[in-house]
């Protein structure tokens, strides 16, 4: 895990993202597509840290038709960044996979669906806290 990276402001895990290592993560503008992502730009107009902190959220982004964006930014909302970092590497450390290699998709989007995959996070947490 590379904490310092954090989460896009869409609620992707940059943290855990192996897609492209010489990124700094989306809210470092390490992501070269952010000119056409709409979740960056809501965002940084409203001067907010990711659509967790929006009152609009889930708002018709591309992005939120994955269950495990909308959960991953639902902990934001309701835990904060440092708790799902925790929460994650815990996770990682057990094995789970953020990405399959060469896919977009891994152990978390394995589940049934959005509320699955946030009570696995929220029972994590709760064994954490």
Not at 35 to 56: L, V
Not at 65 to 84: H, N, P
Request: with cysteine.
């Amino acid at each position: 895990m590379q904490a310092e990276k954090g989460f896009a402001y869409c609620g992707l895990a940059c943290c855990l993202c192996n897609e492209n290592q010489d990124c700094a993560g989306c809210r470092q503008e390490g992501c070269s597509d952010h000119f056409w992502c709409m979740h960056y730009a809501c965002c940084t107009e409203q001067q907010i840290s990711g659509c967790w902190e929006c009152t609009r959220f889930p708002c018709g982004g591309a992005m939120f038709k994955s269950d495990r964006i909308r959960a991953f930014v639902r902990f934001l909302g309701l835990y904060g960044e440092s708790a799902l970092l925790a929460v994650l590497s815990h996770m990682e450390c057990a094995g789970w996979i953020y990405h399959y290699p060469g896919q977009l998709v891994g152990d978390y989007d394995a589940r049934k669906d959005e509320e699955a995959i946030l009570s696995i996070l929220e029972a994590e947490w709760k064994r954490l806290s």
